[in-house]
Nanobody, 125 residues
Framework: QVQLVESGGGLVQAGGSLRLSCAAS????????MGWFRQAPGKEREFVAL????????QYTDSVKGRFTISRDSVQNTMYLQMNSLKPEDTAVYYC??????????????????WGQGTQVTVSS
């Protein structure tokens, strides 16, 4: 089993920044693909960003391109999401997730095996 723990959420004004962290522990091979998803009240969970185990491939949903940056530190087994120029529509619970298929990238949350508990991000206008 792989355990994921998010941190870094909070309340911020529009235009502000937050940095989310996701610490992985347990039976991690270090080659898992990882991603960030978010879920706003009354909406389905949606893809935000992903990164391969080596960090050489990243992908973002269109609404966050140019504002969010995903990265990972393989030594620390930690993934990050730097969120800049935040907007009220970014308000959601943010989840990190991982899957064991190192050669694949997925935007479908159903493909991810391991999930964190989520961290709330609230952007006020």
């Amino acid at each position: 089993q792989v355990q994921l723990v998010e941190s870094g959420g909070g309340l911020v004004q529009a235009g502000g920044s937050l940095r989310l962290s996701c610490a992985a522990s347990g039976r991690t091979s270090g080659t898992e693909g990882m991603g960030w998803f978010r879920q706003a009240p009354g909406k389905e969970r949606e893809f935000v960003a992903l990164i391969t185990w080596s960090g050489d491939i990243t992908q973002y949903t269109d609404s966050v391109k140019g504002r969010f940056t995903i990265s990972r530190d393989s030594v620390q087994n930690t993934m990050y999401l730097q969120m800049n120029s935040l907007k009220p529509e970014d308000t959601a619970v943010y989840y990190c997730a991982a899957h064991p298929y190192s050669s694949y990238i997925y935007v479908d949350p159903a493909k991810y095996t391991y999930w964190g508990q989520g961290t709330q991000v609230t952007v006020s206008s």
